[in-house]
Structures are given as C-alpha cells and as structure tokens.
C-alpha cells in the first residue's frame, strides 16, 4: 500500500510542476509581447509619427480609464453585446439547421451550398451599409448584419462535421438495434461538436468585427458609434482608447469563457488521451 502511495506522488507532482512550468512559460510569453508591442509604440509615437499623430501608450491609458472611471464603459458597451448576441443568436438559430441538412442530404447540400458560399464571400463593409441603407439607424441593422456573416461559418462547419461521421458506427448502432436518440447522442454529437465549435468561434471573431463597423456606419449608441464621434471630434487618443477597450474586452471573453468552455466541453477526450 505504502510503496503504491510513493509511486503515485512524483509522477502528480511532476504533472503538477509540468503544468506550473507551462503557466509560468505562457505568462511570461504574454507579458514580453505585451512589453514589446508597448516599446515599439512608444518609439513610434516618438520619432516616428510623433504624439499628436499616434499618442503614446500613456495617454491612451489615461483616457481608457476616465471612459471606465466615468461609467461610459459600461453605457456603450451593454449596446454593442446585446447587438451582438442578438445577431449571433440570429446566426446559430439559422447555421445549425442549414448545416445539418447540408450535411445529411445531398439535395440540400446542393439547395444550401451557392447561397452559404455566397453569404460568406460577402465583406462584412458590404453589410453594414447594406443594413443603414435598407434598415436606417436602429437596433436591426447590426443584428441583421452580425447573422449574415457568422451564419455560413456555422452552417458550413455543421456539414463538414457530419460528413466526418463513421458511417460503420452508425451502421453498428443500427444493426445492434440502438434507437436514433442513442446514436445522435454517442456518435453524432461527439463527432459534429469540434467542427461546430470551431464554426462557432471563427464566426464570432468574425461577428464583433462586422458588429463594430456597422456601427460606426449606422447607430446612435454602442462602441462603434462613440468611434465615430471621438474620430469626427478629431480626437485620436478617443477614439484609440474606445478601439482596445473593445479589444481587450474580446480579448477578455474568448480566454477566460469560449476556451474554458471548449475545454469543459472536450473533457473526455482529455480524459481519453490519459
């Protein structure tokens, strides 16, 4: 018992250090690059472009912090996030079912496929003046426009991630007499769920992006429309300040929730691997 004990503290406390090692490795990766993009900014804002083209980092902190230390942090962001869960909301409602029809029909497939690459081709400038146009200033321009570009990525992902099914798993299931509910859950799901995923979080990089220009292009609030009244002020540390608060928020979000949950959603193939 005792001997069984001792073999199995190294080997966790030399799992425990390979991790901290890794940690420790990916925060001083972090904090170089941070240091060194910060470095090169200041001699850029110096000798280069000089302070009223490009302040230094400096000052675009300061102003970062009275937007937060004022509240209109908080004012203008709750605007932008719900425009873009709405419309990325819109997305998965609408790529889900596509790509699951894409990818167990081939009449659908061929139905889906020219208007999915279309939706995707599109550049993302090309909706939001689409959506100022057609819906004016309102709340459904960004969230028309957010749907339309994440959608294809979604639904695309969902096909090829049924195509990469193990047929002979299916099969097996079949002739073993597991009812559909089963095979969906064991095979399908566990098979379609990375290609999803991927989908999702590409079309979500994709998604605040095309969110951010339509609303700089049409609405009276939000991020985008504090951008573009700090850049019609003339105000370059404004509207700087305004573009990484929103960076680092994103930033933010994907780290600590979209890969958490990946991780948390994949566990048991981590568990697998062991």
């Given at each position: 018992?005792?001997s069984t004990t001792v073999e199995r503290g190294p080997r966790g406390s030399a799992h425990l250090s390979l991790a901290g090692r890794r940690r420790v490795r990916?925060?001083?990766?972090?904090?170089?690059?941070?240091?060194?993009?910060?470095?090169?900014?200041?001699?850029?804002?110096?000798?280069?472009?000089?302070?009223?083209?490009?302040?230094?980092?400096?000052?675009?902190?300061?102003?970062?912090?009275?937007?937060?230390?004022?509240?209109?942090?908080?004012?203008?962001?709750?605007?932008?996030?719900?425009?873009?869960?709405?419309?990325?909301?819109?997305?998965?409602?609408?790529?889900?079912?596509?790509?699951?029809?894409?990818?167990?029909?081939?009449?659908?497939?061929?139905?889906?496929?020219?208007?999915?690459?279309?939706?995707?081709?599109?550049?993302?400038?090309?909706?939001?003046?689409?959506?100022?146009?057609?819906?004016?200033?309102?709340?459904?321009?960004?969230?028309?426009?957010?749907?339309?570009?994440?959608?294809?990525?979604?639904?695309?992902?969902?096909?090829?991630?049924?195509?990469?099914?193990?047929?002979?798993?299916?099969q097996m299931s079949d002739a073993f007499g597991r009812r559909r509910a089963s095979v969906v859950r064991h095979v399908l799901v566990p098979s379609v769920a990375?290609?999803?995923?991927?989908?999702?979080?590409?079309?979500?990089?994709?998604?605040?992006?095309?969110?951010?220009?339509?609303?700089?292009?049409?609405?009276?609030?939000?991020?985008?429309?504090?951008?573009?009244?700090?850049?019609?002020?003339?105000?370059?540390?404004?509207?700087?300040?305004?573009?990484?608060?929103?960076?680092?928020?994103?930033?933010?979000?994907?780290?600590?929730?979209?890969?958490?949950?990946?991780?948390?959603?994949?566990?048991?193939?981590?568990?697998?691997?062991?």
């Amino acid at each position: 018992m005792s001997s069984t004990t001792v073999e199995r503290g190294p080997r966790g406390s030399a799992h425990l250090s390979l991790a901290g090692r890794r940690r420790v490795r990916g925060v001083a990766g972090l904090l170089i690059g941070v240091g060194g993009l910060l470095l090169v900014w200041t001699l850029l804002s110096e000798f280069v472009f000089g302070e009223f083209l490009l302040p230094p980092p400096l000052e675009i902190g300061r102003v970062m912090w009275e937007i937060v230390r004022s509240g209109a942090f908080i004012e203008h962001f709750v605007p932008t996030i719900l425009r873009l869960s709405y419309g990325f909301g819109l997305a998965l409602l609408i790529g889900f079912p596509v790509g699951y029809l894409m990818g167990t029909s081939r009449w659908w497939r061929a139905f889906f496929h020219d208007m999915v690459m279309v939706a995707g081709s599109i550049p993302g400038i090309t909706y939001a003046v689409m959506a100022l146009v057609i819906l004016g200033i309102s709340i459904l321009g960004p969230v028309i426009s957010v749907g339309l570009v994440a959608m294809p990525y979604v639904a695309i992902n969902v096909a090829e991630g049924l195509d990469s099914v193990d047929r002979r798993l299916v099969q097996m299931s079949d002739a073993f007499g597991r009812r559909r509910a089963s095979v969906v859950r064991h095979v399908l799901v566990p098979s379609v769920a990375p290609f999803a995923f991927a989908g999702v979080r590409l079309s979500f990089a994709l998604a605040w992006k095309v969110e951010q220009l339509t609303e700089v292009f049409g609405a009276s609030s939000g991020v985008g429309f504090q951008i573009r009244r700090e850049f019609e002020d003339f105000s370059i540390p404004g509207m700087l300040a305004w573009v990484l608060l929103f960076i680092v928020f994103m930033i933010l979000l994907e780290r600590f929730v979209l890969a958490r949950l990946e991780r948390y959603l994949f566990r048991w193939r981590l568990e697998e691997a062991k």
